[in-house]
C-alpha cells in the first residue's frame, strides 16, 4: 500500500475469516455467502459468531463454490471497533465502515427496514467524524418479488428515499442493491470526513432521474464515486447493468455484460475527465453478480479473454433489481494490497 493512501483491497482464496480478524489493520472482511445464525427468527440482530466483529461481512448470497474466496480491506493505521445498537462500526482516524444486519422478519415490510436502516445509519453518521457515506451496499432477499403494485426492490427505494428526503448529509453515494436468497437485510459502507466527488455515466441517465415508470421513488445513487485519500484516489463503481438511457438492453448474458463493461468504462473515462489526478492503472477489482448460476463459466470465461491479468475478480449469484437484467457488475480503483501484508 502507498504510505499516503489508508485504504487498500484484495481477494484471498483463504477462507479462514478469524485469522484475518486477528490482524489489527483489517478494516473489513467480506464474505459473499452467509454465515449460519442460530438466533431465532423475529430478533432484529441476527447474532452469530462472527456478529460480534463488525468487520466481518457476510452478504448471504448463494455460493456454489469449494472454496469460500473473501474480501479483505486493509488499513494503514489500526482499526477501531464499537457497536452501537445494532450498527457495527470500524474506524480509523480517516474512515469508517459500518455493517448494519437487519431480520427482515421484524419489519412488517421491506419499505420499512430500509426506511428504518438508514435512518439509523444517517443518525449514527450525524454524530460520526466520518458523516458521508461514500460507496453503500445493500443486500436482501426476494429482490424481484411482486408485493401489490411495487416489487419489493421499489419498497426498498421508497424506504431508502424517506430516510434521506432533506438530509444534507446524504451527497448521494455509490451503491449496490442485490437479491438474496437469506433473510437478512444486509447494509454495508465506508463513509469519510468530506465527500465523494460524485461521478455520472454519459451512457446512462442518472438514476435519480428515472422516469417513474421505474418505480414511484427513483433509486438514490451516483453511478460512481471517486475519492481522495491522501495523494491517492480512488473510484467506486456502483452496481453497473445493461442500461443504456434508462432502459434495459439484450436478452443474452454475454450481450448485457458487454454492454455492462461499455458502461463501466464510459464512466471511468468521465470520472478521469472531471478528475484533478490520476487513477490507477488497471481496474482492481470488478464484482460480478449474475442471475443464473448456470451463466457463470461463460461469464467467467469472457472476464479471462478481455480483463487484464492484474484485476481482481469474483462472480457471485445474485439476483439484479429488474427482472429482465441477467448481469450486473461492480469495480474499484484504488491500491491492492501487498501480498501477505501483516502475516506472521
Ligand atoms: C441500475 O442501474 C441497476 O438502488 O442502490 C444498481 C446500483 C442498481 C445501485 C440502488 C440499483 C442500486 O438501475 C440497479
Redesign the pocket.
Known amino acids: 500500500m502507498l504510505p499516503s493512501s489508508p485504504l487498500c483491497v484484495d481477494i484471498v482464496p483463504n477462507g479462514d475469516i478469524n485469522r484475518h480478524l486477528a490482524e489489527p489493520n483489517v478494516l473489513a472482511v467480506i464474505r459473499s455467502d452467509r454465515v449460519s445464525s442460530s438466533v431465532p427468527q423475529g430478533v432484529a440482530y441476527a447474532a452469530n459468531s462472527e456478529s460480534l466483529d463488525p468487520r466481518a461481512i457476510s452478504v448471504g448470497l448463494a455460493t456454489d463454490q469449494e472454496s469460500l474466496p473473501l474480501e479483505v480491506w486493509r488499513t494503514s493505521t489500526p482499526v477501531t471497533i464499537e457497536q452501537h445498537g445494532l450498527l457495527g462500526i470500524a474506524s480509523t482516524p480517516m474512515l469508517t465502515l459500518g455493517r448494519l444486519i437487519l431480520s427482515e422478519a421484524a419489519f412488517p415490510d421491506i419499505e420499512i427496514a430500509s426506511e428504518v436502516g438508514y435512518r439509523t445509519i444517517l443518525d449514527y453518521l450525524r454524530v460520526s467524524p466520518h458523516p458521508y457515506l461514500v460507496r ?1 451496499w ?1 443486500y436482501f432477499p426476494n429482490i424481484n418479488r411482486r408485493i401489490g403494485t411495487l416489487d419489493r ?1 421499489q419498497r ?2 421508497l424506504g ?1 428515499s424517506r430516510a434521506i428526503n432533506g438530509t444534507t448529509l446524504w451527497q448521494t453515494p455509490a ?3 442485490i437479491g438474496t436468497h437469506s433473510p437478512d437485510f444486509v447494509l454495508f459502507f465506508l463513509a469519510a470526513a468530506s465527500p465523494g466527488l460524485r461521478v455520472e455515466n454519459p451512457r ?1 441517465v442518472a ?1 435519480d432521474q ?1 422516469p417513474l415508470r ?1 418505480g414511484p421513488r427513483q ?3 451516483a ?1 460512481a464515486t471517486a475519492k481522495t485519500w491522501g495523494e491517492s484516489t480512488h473510484l467506486y463503481i ?4 445493461s ?1 443504456v438511457g434508462h432502459e434495459s438492453k439484450h436478452d443474452h448474458v454475454i450481450n448485457q455484460l458487454e454492454e455492462a463493461m461499455r458502461n463501466l468504462y464510459a464512466l471511468v473515462t468521465q470520472a478521469t475527465q472531471v478528475l484533478m489526478r490520476p487513477l490507477p492503472d488497471t481496474l482492481t477489482y470488478l464484482k460480478v453478480y449474475v442471475r443464473h448460476p448456470e451463466h457463470r463459466q461463460q461469464v467467467r470465461d469472457y472476464l479471462d479473454q478481455t480483463l487484464d491479468a492484474a484485476t481482481l475478480r469474483m462472480v457471485l449469484t445474485g439476483d ?3 427482472s429482465d ?1 441477467l448481469v ?1 457488475v ?1 469495480g474499484i480503483y484504488a491500491e491492492r494490497c501487498p501480498a501477505n501484508e501483516g502475516w506472521t
Open positions: 453503500v445493500n426492490y426498498f427505494c431508502r451503491a449496490t442493491a446512462q438514476a428515472y421505474y433509486p438514490s445513487f453511478r456502483s452496481g453497473t447493468a442500461i439484479i433489481c429488474r437484467l450486473e461492480e
